[in-house]
């Protein structure tokens, strides 16, 4: 756990004194992603930077796992805490194999355990290592090198994870990319993870709770939930901005607003003319035909009239799924783009789970609004 106790920063001294953090308290528990975010000039970075001591503390103090960062050595303070930053911070000197194994090395850890965790975090951050360990930073996208990054960090297996902007230098594309595969290695891993950001989307979606600043205070600190729903003043509710209903898409998946009996699933072995009653009986436009508990394609009246066989026959293939963790803010988009009435929904193992809807997604909105305003 990390404790913030009446934390002050100032810079400068008498009249040219500059107070940049402003008796800021709160606790972030063991496992828990918190994102400090505000404007730039909030203290968001300073309090970040004085939880491993890259700047000393003015005024009162922090704990992590109730020790106070002021008996603890600098060095050894930073060694136990990763640290990842926007500019990456990678030696272009060095391979990427002796970048991750840099903290290990200093740690005395044997080469044959360096070599493994090596090996193990290139793997966990989707880089081949037999490709990547003898390559220097420079031969790799900006996309990958911030990979690295997040493994170099991770390389002493340490309890908590400090992050500035880390993604903030990637284009969207790839941003979206790595946040998702950071979500999944965060939901194994459970490290404690404190993480400065300006966007408010990465927030959302990132964060367990997160620390809203302003002038180096603490203006609210709460789940992303309350944030959205409950502002706790004008500063707050402008910062997170008028369009607070198509955020709280970025909250909810896939999982919690489809439907998962479908009345329009066909099973592979039906044979079409049978496939066609059935539509026809339930009044559907389109059959999803399942085979081994995968949807394999969809058929419409029009696709099985003249087939006798087997509804796989007749059956035309699915362009895109949405897996059930996906949230709904990117399900709308595509669907809008791709001018879809609804889209099947999978596991990460390409199973069936459900059907989702425009009109799904309208009533996980309202519901979302109708829970918060009965609290």
């Not at 500063?235 to 198509?246: I, K, M, P, W």
């Not at 999803?288 to 059956?315: C, Q, R, S, W």
Request: hydrophobic residues 40%; aromatic residues 6%; contains cysteine.
């Amino acid at each position: 756990m990390i404790e913030y106790r009446n934390v002050r920063k100032v810079y400068g001294n008498g009249q040219d004194a500059v107070p940049a953090v402003r008796d800021i308290s709160l606790q972030i528990k063991p496992g828990e992603v918190v994102v400090f975010l505000g404007p730039s000039g909030c203290g968001k970075t300073t309090l970040l930077r004085m939880t491993n001591k890259l700047e000393d503390i003015s005024g009162g103090d922090i704990l992590v796992d109730g020790r106070s960062i002021r008996e603890l050595n600098p060095v050894q303070l930073r060694r136990s805490m990763g640290y990842v930053i926007q500019q990456i911070g990678l030696f272009p000197n060095k391979t990427i194999y002796e970048n991750i194994a840099m903290i290990p090395r200093v740690l005395k850890w044997d080469k044959s355990k360096i070599d493994d965790r090596v090996a193990h975090l290139l793997k966990i951050v989707k880089l081949d290592p037999e490709t990547y360990s003898d390559r220097y930073p420079a031969e790799l996208s900006g996309g990958q090198q911030q990979r690295v990054g997040v493994a170099r960090a991770l390389a002493a297996d340490p309890d908590i994870l400090l992050m500035d902007e880390p993604f903030g230098a990637i284009d969207p594309i790839n941003r979206d990319q790595i946040q998702d595969e950071f979500m999944r290695l965060q939901a194994r891993l459970k490290k404690t993870i404190v993480f400065v950001s300006h966007d408010i989307h990465e927030a959302i979606k990132m964060a367990d709770r997160i620390a809203i600043f302003r002038g180096g205070q603490l203006v609210q600190f709460d789940t992303p939930e309350m944030i959205l729903t409950q502002p706790k003043n004008k500063f707050v509710s402008d910062f997170v901005g008028a369009d607070r209903a198509l955020k709280v898409l970025g909250l909810i998946r896939a999982r919690d607003a489809m439907n998962t009996s479908p009345k329009n699933v066909i099973p592979a072995e039906m044979k079409s003319p049978e496939a066609l009653d059935r539509l026809m009986e339930k009044n559907r436009k389109v059959g999803i035909v399942v085979e081994n508990g995968k949807p394999v394609g969809y058929v419409t009246p029009k696709l099985l009239k003249f087939e006798t066989g087997p509804v796989t026959d007749a059956a035309e293939p699915f362009q895109i799924f949405v897996e059930d963790d996906e949230p709904l803010r990117e399900v709308l988009s595509s669907m809008l783009m791709d001018s879809m009435d609804f889209y099947c929904v999978v596991d990460d193992n390409g199973h069936f789970k459900g059907t989702i809807t425009y009109q799904n997604i309208q009533d996980k909105i309202m519901e979302f609004y109708e829970d918060d305003t009965n609290e």
